[in-house]
């Protein structure tokens, strides 16, 4: 055997074993039936705070300017369309988009979670993508979580005088990224290495959606940028009234 056919064994076998050790998670959302009904029903009522309180954001948003629900539509379908295209990746799972920066920045977290959870019951029944069980677990990872950090690093961008569409790709680009580290955490909680526990399963998970979620986080901040210089150019009253251009 010569060195390059070793090395491509050695490869060979690397990837099988990876693909016997991670469980297979079907996507970045959570499939139906992976997760144990416990640990559903408790995300489920963790996220429950995070709807109730998008409820009221939503509902004083359109108080103030019933314009808004256009751009509120709008949001929504934006985490709809680039949340559906899923990317393959290793061991069987794949990665996606999220989409839930740009309504973080316009509206505030609080209102993305209800965004999101329309969205995700929307796909788990339509689309097979995602599940009804798992609906709690992955509401607080990309609707919850990742829009919490979405607008954190947005306003802390402000605050720092960094160029606007700059903070705009660093706030959906991390929250992607975040939302990724919470899925991982949550299925590492689910099924712990044997070896290792909770730490190792977590590195685990992180590495398999690693090589195609990082550049798919940069491309979410590349079209989160555009989107928002398409707004500030065709709706400017709209983030006006928002009070998003004064921010």
């Not at 505030?108 to 677990?137: C, N, R």
């Amino acid at each position: 055997m010569t060195k390059k056919e070793r090395k491509l064994v050695s490869l060979a076998v690397s990837l099988a074993l990876a693909a016997g050790t991670v469980p297979a998670a079907g996507a970045m959302h959570i499939m139906e039936g992976y997760l144990p009904p416990m640990m559903c029903a408790v995300w489920g009522v963790i996220a429950l705070p995070f709807l109730i309180a998008g409820f009221f954001s939503i509902k004083r948003t359109l108080a103030h300017d019933r314009r808004a629900i256009t751009l509120l539509a709008m949001s929504a379908a934006f985490i709809f369309v680039i949340s559906s295209l899923k990317i393959p990746s290793v061991t069987g799972s794949c990665s996606h988009m999220t989409g839930t920066g740009l309504g973080a920045m316009l509206f505030g977290p609080s209102a993305v979670s209800i965004l999101g959870v329309i969205v995700l019951l929307f796909q788990a029944i339509l689309l097979a993508h995602g599940g009804l069980t798992t609906l709690g677990a992955n509401t607080f990872s990309m609707a919850v979580a990742g829009p919490f950090v979405s607008y954190g690093i947005y306003k802390l961008c402000q605050k720092l005088k960094v160029n606007r569409h700059v903070s705009i790709f660093l706030a959906a680009c991390l929250g992607d990224l975040l939302t990724y580290c919470v899925t991982s955490f949550q299925l590492a909680l689910a099924y712990p290495a044997a070896e290792g526990g909770m730490a190792v399963s977590v590195v685990k998970f992180l590495g398999v959606f690693a090589p195609t979620q990082l550049p798919l986080a940069v491309l979410e901040g590349i079209l989160t940028v555009i989107v928002m210089i398409a707004l500030e150019s065709y709706a400017r009253p709209e983030l006006r009234a928002l009070g998003f251009e004064e921010g």
